[in-house]
């Protein structure tokens, strides 16, 4: 007579490799967005941490505007990620994560906006100018030389400088008005500036099923830091926080409904310079890998 486990084991065993496969199987892919002067090879690492805690997972790091390329208009580019992302999302019909960085923050949040019909899960936005960008470091000098920040709006808020991807996310607190009718991008996603797509681009964003915001007091770049999770200066430079912010108070483009939904989680970590952030396996552990799921 057989005894009853020696049946029921290889059943258990069966049971066991369907439930990881399952699992495995359900990680959802994510997509990543390079930031200004860099491109895929920056980003090996975190896709090796991302394969590292759940096995399986399909990581697209989009190959797209790399390095100096990534200077070139920021309409041009959220154009082209967003023929490329569609692509990703047309193929994986269960969603996928959207992981940008710094520049390509700022990017993914004009391709969420503007596509209807996304399937965008989680938006983990990775030390990202998300509220705009006013100062000069040393990594930005590379790319506006003999420019003091004072006077860059000069440069950025025309037809010219627009042509350039940094113009588009420059926010000058001493020149509001130049801002609003020069820059031609962030105060439209951001609804600063009231257009006729408002309400379909808040609708389009409000998609994504949770934000979550990560940068730190150390970062060296985005200028105020705070801007990683869309604090920004007032005119005397002091730092008014997100819920403060009028573009939260008139939720102009669903940050406020996003916020009120319990879908906007912020994650702050010093003692990370700007170009670490995404091969640091602490920021990872402590901010990202629970999300990718
Ligand atoms: C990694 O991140 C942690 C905080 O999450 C920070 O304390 C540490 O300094 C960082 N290390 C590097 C090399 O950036």
């Not at 992302?85 to 700022?106: A, D, R, T, Y």
């Not at 609804?191 to 150390?218: A, C, Q, S, T």
Request: glycine share 6%; proline share 5%.
């Amino acid at each position: 007579m057989m005894a009853p486990w020696t049946s029921r084991v290889p059943l258990a065993v069966l049971l066991l490799v369907l439930l990881a496969a399952r699992c495995t199987d359900g990680y959802k892919p994510v997509v990543i967005v390079h930031g200004i002067l860099d491109g895929p090879k920056e980003f090996e690492t975190l896709s090796t941490f991302i394969k590292k805690v759940h096995p399986g997972t399909e990581v697209h790091t989009i190959s797209l505007y790399n390095n100096l390329e990534s200077l070139k208009p920021l309409w041009m580019q959220v154009r082209d990620f967003k023929k490329a992302i569609k692509e990703i999302m047309n193929k994986s019909p269960k969603g996928v994560h959207l992981l940008c960085f710094s520049q390509g923050g700022v990017i993914c949040r004009a391709v969420l906006s503007t596509s209807p019909n996304h399937n965008v899960h989680t938006f983990i936005s990775l030390s990202s100018p998300l509220a705009g960008q006013y100062g000069d470091t040393d990594y930005l000098k590379k790319v506006l030389p003999n420019h003091a920040k004072k006077m860059v709006y000069i440069f950025c808020y025309n037809k010219m400088g627009q042509k350039m991807s940094m113009c588009s996310y420059w926010n000058d607190p001493h020149h509001r008005a130049d801002y609003l009718r020069g820059n031609t991008f962030l105060p439209l996603i951001n609804g600063e500036k009231p257009h006729k797509f408002m309400k379909e681009w808040r609708e389009n964003f409000l998609r994504i099923k949770k934000m979550v915001l990560i940068g730190g007091p150390d970062d060296g770049v985005i200028t105020p830091w705070q801007s990683s999770y869309y604090g920004f200066y007032d005119a005397r430079e002091d730092v008014v926080e997100m819920r403060n912010q009028e573009f939260y108070k008139r939720d102009t483009f669903g940050l406020r409904t996003l916020d009120a939904r319990g879908d906007v989680s912020v994650c702050v970590q010093s003692g990370v310079e700007h170009t670490h952030w995404h091969s640091n396996f602490t920021v990872f552990t402590n901010c990202i890998e629970k999300w990718l799921i």
